[in-house]
């Protein structure tokens, strides 16, 4: 599988914000997945979308894809404290293979 | 289900020492995989597998070791430890069999070495 770059480094916005973060990749995809990392914590899986999708929902999350400029961004609306923390995006081209994660987007919520 | 388990949590090493992370899961997923997470690096790969007695290297292969004898465990080796080897290790796993392969990871190991 190929790296995701995401985009920007690190956001800090305040509660009731919303939050964008962006992924760019290289090469054509069968999917790509969003995970979220508390700090000090493992990964944890938001979302996944396929490559036929343009748009996913999932509570206040919306993540779209974009295969002709090989981007995605996900979206965090009405963020919280609680959504504090590094997000990956992760492409795939290949069912069940390890998937390389890129350097995440470190997001900072204040109340 | 416990997911992925990994042990130790924290471990202090001297240079030159060798230890095993263990790691094991319980949701009959065929791959599994080794991650290091150093600050503003993001997780870098170490070792995968797509199998029991299956093995292969990931970006960052150098001064480790792994073999997957059982579909459940998947430990990682350090033979002769060395202060670049001081990060977060965090093992995962995944269904191959599904086209949209979800990754689980454990809560991650803290390595020192002094």
């Known amino acids: 599988s190929q790296q995701g770059e995401e985009d920007p480094q690190a956001l800090s916005i305040q509660e009731g914000e919303n939050a964008t973060m962006n992924c760019s990749y290289k090469t054509s995809i069968n999917n790509l997945q969003w995970y979220r990392q508390n700090s000090g914590r493992g990964l944890v899986h938001l979302i996944l979308i396929r490559s036929n999708e343009r748009e996913k929902h999932s509570g206040r999350l919306r993540v779209t894809l974009d295969t002709s400029k090989k981007s995605s961004s996900l979206l965090i609306t009405a963020s919280r404290a609680a959504d504090t923390a590094s997000y990956f995006c992760?492409?795939?081209?290949?069912?069940?293979?390890?998937?390389?994660f890129g350097k995440g987007t470190t997001l900072s919520v204040s109340s | 289900n416990a997911g992925v388990t990994q042990t130790p949590k924290f471990q202090v090493l001297k240079t030159g020492q060798s230890m095993t992370l263990q790691c094991a899961q319980d949701?009959?997923?065929?791959?599994m995989s080794w991650y290091r997470q150093d600050p503003g690096m993001g997780l870098r790969l170490i070792h995968y597998?797509?199998?029991?007695?299956?093995?292969d290297q990931g970006e960052v292969p150098n001064g480790y070791n792994v073999s997957r004898s059982t579909t459940e465990d998947f430990p990682l080796r350090l033979l002769s430890a060395a202060p670049s080897q001081t990060s977060v290790y965090f093992c995962?796993?995944?269904?191959?069999?599904?086209?949209?392969?979800?990754?689980?990871f454990g809560e991650g190991s803290w390595l020192t070495v002094v």
């Open positions: 995962a796993s995944s269904d191959g069999r599904s086209s949209g392969n979800t990754i689980y």
């Open positions: 597998s797509v199998g029991a007695g299956i093995t």
């Open positions: 949701m009959n997923h065929e791959y």
């Open positions: 992760a492409p795939s081209n290949q069912a069940g293979t390890a998937l390389i």
